[in-house]
Nanobody, 116 residues
Framework: QVQLVESGGGLVQPGGSLRLSCAAS????????MRWYRQAPGKERELVAFITSTGRSTTYPDSVKGRFTISRDNVKNMMYLQMNSLKPEDTAVYYC?????????WGQGTQVTVSS
């Protein structure tokens, strides 16, 4: 059974940090490119970070570049998103996504709220 389970969300003050985790099981994790997306209320789902299957390459949109860092551990079948200098506009449900040609999987999401 394929599972992607996010954790680590919560309430944090502006300027604070959170580390999200995504635990993968039931598929060949190391063969999949991975992404973090987020979706705020009333907005479309937005890509916030991408990492290749090997972990050698990452990309970020300008909105999070320099603040967010994506990483993965192909031995533990885990992916992470380190989020620093958080802003209220980072408030959203964050989802992990696994992709390779012909297949993709989504997690259920974890809520991140940035507020004082």
């Amino acid at each position: 059974q394929v599972q992607l389970v996010e954790s680590g969300g919560g309430l944090v003050q502006p300027g604070g940090s959170l580390r999200l985790s995504c635990a993968a099981s039931g598929f060949s994790f190391s063969s999949y490119d991975m992404r973090w997306y987020r979706q705020a209320p009333g907005k479309e789902r937005e890509l916030v970070a991408f990492i290749t299957s090997t972990g050698r390459s990452t990309t970020y949109p300008d909105s999070v570049k320099g603040r967010f860092t994506i990483s993965r551990d192909n031995v533990k079948n885990m992916m992470y998103l380190q989020m620093n200098s958080l802003k209220p506009e980072d408030t959203a449900v964050y989802y992990c996504h696994a992709w390779r040609i012909g297949r993709d999987y989504w997690g259920q999401g974890t809520q991140v709220t940035v507020s004082s």
